[in-house]
DNA sequence: TGATTTTTTTGATATTTATCAAAGGTTTTT
DNA sequence: AAAAACCTTTGATAAATATCAAAAAAATCA
């Protein structure tokens, strides 16, 4: 597990022996339950999660009330409502994990103290942010003027490992449709 | 036009006499005219800018050849096709300047270098990093299962001073419309 | 200013996607 | 294994949006 996130973190900058002792120290080992919501609308969100396997869903409800799926983010990766981290303002989406997992998490503050004490920190922060901005202009670009089918088979290209094991319905709107034309695209596309 | 960037750099960090004086001898004044290229589809972009007046626009083409605006980005901001600076792939969109504009410009070395000089602008760059992920977050929101009337009216209360003024056509794509369907829309709500 | 080009609007129609309701499947729980 | 809960599919219809073509308006240029 912790090597899991040491061997993450070597991707963005080398690491010390002194700086893996002080990630060891820092990160603290949580399991999470299927299901289970790691951050919520409303409240705000100090958690920073390492996961190392497994999936979870941001979703929030539109002003119908609607169930609106927006991000996946998968294993190995970071996860907390970035938004909400880094603003200290309440949280608009909520995190839910999609199966049981282990995670190693980091509060703010400890974060803030890894910042302070090593500028290595920082960069890895910096590479990080990036990513999500990347990623998030991913989804961006998926959404822009394709018709729904396009859409769709792009996101198989993108996760062929994922997309088949996860429930339809939480598709859909990350797509930006309904389920039931999701269920027709997939079936015209057999 | 240094002065803007220093109170720009400012809301992030402390800026002291010696960060201002190497901010000034790595940033170079650059004019740059309406409609000029900033960034281009297919290569590389190691450019930052900082734009203290105006805004760019992004776009690409789609598979039919459509132009698609997918971003705008309003003055005082930095500017980079973010993806392609960091990760040195060429660029899949363009960036275009909306405006006869002044700016100054940092190459990748140098931010690199500065980078490694000081890590108070591994600070900024983080930052930056993360404001940009905010922002392409809130256009992701925007877009997702909202009727076309309802975007368009969030994005006027988003950026009152500005939508007025950009053309029609562009903010179309942007949401995801297209421009006939963005009038009828501007039409039905006066 | 008048001519030219670009942008926006309008109309008619086609296509895509949503909605609502119900029936089948699957998975989970007891 | 049966019951319950949840998820997916199907059908009929309505609504939203796209497309194509042309006219009107606005901006730019000579």
């Known amino acids: 597990m912790l090597e899991s996130l040491h061997s993450y973190l070597g991707n963005f900058v080398q690491l010390t022996d002194a700086d893996i002792q002080m990630i060891n120290e820092k990160f603290v080992y949580t399991k999470i339950k299927k299901n289970e919501l790691i951050a919520e609308n409303g409240k705000v969100c100090n958690r920073l999660l390492f996961v190392n396997k497994g999936y979870v869903r941001f979703?929030?409800?539109?002003?119908?009330?609607?169930?609106?799926?927006?991000?996946f983010y998968f294993a190995p990766t970071f996860v907390t409502t970035y938004t909400s981290f880094l603003t200290g303002l309440p949280s608009h989406v909520n995190v839910q994990a999609m199966c049981n997992m282990e995670a190693l998490e980091l509060s703010k503050n400890d974060l803030n103290e890894l910042y302070e004490r090593h500028p290595k920190f920082e960069r890895v922060g910096r590479l990080i942010a990036e990513s999500v901005a990347i990623h998030s202009e991913e989804h961006l670009f998926m959404l822009l003027n394709q018709p729904a089918g396009v859409r769709y088979r792009k996101l198989l290209e993108k996760y062929p490992l994922y997309i088949n094991t996860i429930p339809l319905q939480y598709i859909a709107s990350y797509l930006g449709i309904t389920q039931e034309t999701l269920s027709r695209i997939r079936k015209s596309q057999l």
Request: glycine share 8%.
């Open 59 to 71: 979703f929030h409800f539109d002003d119908n009330g609607t169930e609106i799926t927006s991000d």
